[in-house]
């Protein structure tokens, strides 16, 4: 449990490390030109980080239930939630999400990053919405995995 919690500090603290170098000026020129991708990104592993320090202390803690097999998760998981952020992103930008009714002129990308925030939180969810969206926009039938919690949600 205890490299489990080392890496998942050291996964968030590589994330609060990148987003001080952005605040500096410190990043590369080529990430400055995707900016609201890399920060949507950083805001979807951070979500990631505080969902799995959350399973860690629930499980090991609270439950007293650690389970090595749920090793993979967590060393798999924070990266799986950069990589959600920066879909939220992709999926606002393409008009497929919306976040407000109208666009208005004092708007910022703090929407993007709630959402980025939120998807990394709740990859599960996230993905089953993403597929909601492709099987009503293009009549894609959903995953086995997407099936599967249909199912456990009629049950």
């Known amino acids: 449990m205890v490299p ?41 592993g951070l979500g990631g980080c505080v969902y799995c320090l959350r399973g860690v202390y629930l ?12 090793l993979p ?6 990266f799986i939630s950069l ?7 992709l999926f606002l930008k393409a008009g497929l999400l919306v976040l407000e009714a109208g ?3 004092e708007a910022s990308d703090l929407g993007f990053f709630a959402l980025a925030f939120i998807a990394g939180l709740n990859v599960d969810k996230f993905l089953s919405k993403i597929e909601d ?16 919690d249909a199912a456990k949600k009629d049950e």
Do not use: H
């Open 4 to 44: 489990v919690i080392l890496f998942l500090l050291t996964f968030l603290g590589s994330i609060v490390y990148m987003l001080i170098l952005r605040v500096s000026g410190g990043l590369p020129l080529w990430i400055e030109k995707i900016d609201l991708w890399f920060l949507c990104a950083a805001a979807g």
């Open 59 to 70: 499980n090991a803690c609270v439950r007293k239930q650690w389970d090595k097999d749920w």
């Open 73 to 78: 998760w967590y060393l798999i998981r924070p």
């Open 83 to 89: 990589v959600c952020g920066a879909v939220s992103c």
């Open 103 to 105: 666009k208005k002129s």
């Open 133 to 148: 969206l492709a099987q009503a926009a293009w009549g894609i039938e959903k995953s086995r995995a997407g099936k599967g």
